[in-house]
Nanobody
Framework: QVQLVESGGGLVQPGGSLRLSCAASGFTFNDYAMTWVRQAPGKGLEWVASHHGEIVGPIYAESVSGRFTVSRDNDKQRVYLQMSGLKPDDTARYFC??????????????????RGPGTQVTVSS
């Protein structure tokens, strides 16, 4: 049974940093790309970043490129999202997703997608 559990969210001031972590279990972690998506209040899912493994590496949404870094530890079966230069627009619930379903946020909803319960990030002074 696929399980994804996010942690590391919280309240941070603009310009601050947070590191999100996602613990994965129930599948062969090395075989899958891993993705972060987010959902701001009243909005749909937004693709943030994906890590395809050592050969292809990470890719980012334009809105976070240069500020966020996605990484993974295959031994620990974890994927991370290091966020710096946080802005109020980054306020959202962040979800870890098994696999890569493209850069459209809507592709990450539905029963075919395994997604964790999420962790809340609030950027506010």
């Amino acid at each position: 049974q696929v399980q994804l559990v996010e942690s590391g969210g919280g309240l941070v001031q603009p310009g601050g940093s947070l590191r999100l972590s996602c613990a994965a279990s129930g599948f062969t972690f090395n075989d899958y790309a891993m993705t972060w998506v987010r959902q701001a209040p009243g909005k749909g899912l937004e693709w943030v970043a994906s890590h395809h493994g050592e050969i292809v590496g990470p890719i980012y949404a334009e809105s976070v490129s240069g500020r966020f870094t996605v990484s993974r530890d295959n031994d620990k079966q974890r994927v991370y999202l290091q966020m710096s230069g946080l802005k109020p627009d980054d306020t959202a619930r962040y979800f870890c997703v098994q696999g890569y379903w493209g850069t459209e946020g809507a592709s990450y909803s539905g029963s075919h997608v395994f997604r964790g319960p999420g962790t809340q990030v609030t950027v506010s002074s």
